[in-house]
């Protein structure tokens, strides 16, 4: 019975330092458990930072990329304009450019009819200057006479 006991004392002082070491195993886990749910909190909030910081930065360049395709937009329009107002600006200057040369044609017509008369006029005025001189002869020879 005394062996029985012994034995039996010692089969409890071997469970209980298993015991203790099992909870020594266990508080170490606990411990271990811990860290890593910290650590995973950690990193769950930074991977929410990073995704609220990655979708404020898509906001921005969404919003910067529409910027820049209504600026596109408008400089499109007023390109075109600009095109419109220059087709319309140079078919005026073309239409100008008729009416000059025509203007300049009938004043190289006038100035030709211009000359054309005063030289008629000239020779008027000569023939004219002539007869005058005729006459003046003929009352001089007749006065004289």
């Known amino acids: 019975m005394r062996e029985d006991r012994d034995q039996a ?12 070491s099992v909870e020594r195993n266990l508080h170490g886990r606990d411990l271990k458990i811990e860290v890593l749910e910290r650590s995973l909190s950690n990193t769950s909030a930074d991977i929410d930072k990073a995704r609220a910081e990655g979708e404020t930065r898509v906001r921005d360049l969404q919003s910067l990329l529409d910027d820049k395709e209504a600026l596109l937009s408008s400089l499109k329009e007023s390109l075109a304009l600009k095109e419109g107002a220059e087709t319309e600006t140079h078919t005026h200057i073309i239409a100008k450019d008729a009416e000059i040369s ?9 100035y030709a ?12 005025v000569d023939a004219l200057r ?16």
């Open 9 to 20: 004392l010692v089969r409890v002082a071997e469970l209980e330092a298993s015991v203790k």
């Open 102 to 110: 025509l203007l300049e044609a009938r004043v190289k017509k006038a």
């Open 113 to 124: 009819e211009l000359e054309d008369e005063r030289r008629e006029l000239g020779s008027q």
């Open 130 to 145: 002539h007869a005058g001189q005729v006459c003046l002869c003929s009352v001089a020879y007749l006065t004289t006479y």
